[in-house]
């Protein structure tokens, strides 16, 4: 027998897993565009103070959201570690 | 003199960061939901065919969304570790 209680849970993390990998989605798509930027503006691709802002401001946000500021952290540089794989890839 | 066109992406990419946010603190409201309905239903935790249905379902999503597949597996286990640390760090 089905257990109701348990699909409609998980009914709803199969939405927020959706919305979650088309948000990506659209990051990549302007970091891409950051990047090929920064490449015709001669500006270099890093940026420590601005990494510095979004994790001042994500772990802010976090604290709002009732999540994990340590969370919201280790994300975000989940994240810009694959933009930066990204960026690695098309210099090669 | 700020550079108007890398400002104009960075406040996408922090709008788009903020509503990762939000959604990841929803997401893991629902699973918090899950963790003490499978104790009280004295269900097991670990659920390998949910896991297996769940990287397939995002792998595809990402096909359509123009994201890397292997990068939304990579997102998505990132997740799961995330909520196999709380599930320990409550038993505990």
Do not use: C, W
């Amino acid at each position: 027998m089905p257990d109701e209680t348990l699909i409609a849970y998980r009914d709803s993390i199969d939405n927020i897993d959706a919305a979650l990998v088309f948000l990506l989605a659209e990051r990549f798509k302007v970091t891409q565009k950051v990047g090929a930027y920064k490449a015709s503006a001669g500006l270099p691709a890093a940026d420590p103070s601005r990494e510095h802002d979004q994790v001042a401001r994500l772990r802010a946000l976090a604290v709002t959201a009732k999540l994990d500021p340590e969370f919201s952290e280790k994300f975000l540089r989940f994240i810009i570690d694959e933009v930066i794989r990204h960026h690695a890839a098309v210099q090669r």
